[in-house]
């Protein structure tokens, strides 16, 4: 198990590492991390007003999310087709672990440049509060290189978010794990017209350090299931002949576990950096 936590760990510094290569000539503000927090809404105030509530969001969003500069994207997210209907996720990505922090602090001095009046901050705070309640979970997620991005984020999309599991055998070569990720890649996501953007992602703190998950965006769950149903055909296309498809069915086999976690949600359209 020791042998398992320890390759498993070094796995994630060289991901890490091919993140940099990859892309630390492209940019200064590179998304390495990314925070996610769970909220639940307050069904206490009765029917909630989703247009109330979304005006108020837009409006901190617009005073102090966008004008953050350690804040690199902001989006939220509502279960579709899995978990509870009944929570909200909202995601933060940022250029390092530092900036984090920093990003806490800024929205404090935006705030107050936003609402100089304190009486008036306090109304509104307690105003954007008001929907949620107390209860809250966070995650913390490192960014990986294998991405594509979205060009478009003022509709509302459907969000596929797959979670697999590594392991990690004797003979194990973690430069094949990093291939195997961007090879899918290349060859079922990136030239793939159905798919708006992708991201993958890995835990940087706590929970399972073994999970490797891919967020897939498109603009309707019937593309969603156009997608599934393509699937096999594209592996064939991807690796022709029995013999290349079954040395790569052996490859995945070999370093992640034959299972996985399906969830889907709704991004929130206009209510996004």
């Known amino acids: 198990m020791k042998t398992i936590k320890h390759t ?17 000539a492209q940019s200064d503000q590179i998304p390495r991390y990314m925070t996610s927090t769970t909220l ?84 509104f705070k307690k105003k954007q509060r008001s929907f949620y309640r107390h209860d809250h979970s966070d995650e913390i997620y490192s960014v990986l290189p294998i991405m594509k991005p979205v060009q478009d984020w003022s509709k509302d999309m459907v969000c596929y978010v797959r979670t697999q599991y590594l392991t990690f055998p004797e003979d194990g070569k973690e430069d094949e794990v990093v291939g195997l990720l961007q090879e899918n890649y290349d060859k079922l996501v990136k030239g793939n017209a159905l798919i708006k953007g992708f991201f993958t992602y890995r835990h940087a703190w706590g929970a399972n350090g073994s999970e490797i998950k891919n967020a897939y965006f498109l603009s309707s ?11 096999p055909d594209l592996e064939r ?25 399906d969830n889907v949600y709704t991004f929130v359209g206009g209510l996004s950096k």
């Open 40 to 123: 639940s809404w307050n069904q206490d105030n009765g029917d909630l007003d989703m247009d109330e509530w979304k005006a108020v969001e837009q409006e901190y969003l617009e005073k102090v999310t966008k004008k953050n500069e350690y804040i690199l994207g902001s989006s939220f997210y509502k279960p579709q087709l899995s978990g509870n209907s009944g929570k909200l996720v909202v995601v933060r990505v940022y250029a390092s672990w530092v900036a984090i922090e920093k990003a806490a602090e800024r929205n404090q001095e935006l705030e107050k440049d936003a609402w100089p009046n304190e009486r008036h901050l306090k109304e």
């Open 237 to 261: 296309k991807a690796w022709p002949g029995d013999h290349e498809l079954k040395k790569h069915t052996e490859v995945v086999k070999k370093y992640f576990k034959n299972i996985h976690e």
């Open 221 to 231: 769950i019937s593309d969603l299931e156009k997608l599934f149903e393509s699937v």
């Open 8 to 24: 498993l760990t070094a796995l994630s510094v060289l991901l890490m590492l091919f993140y940099s290569e990859t892309v630390l």
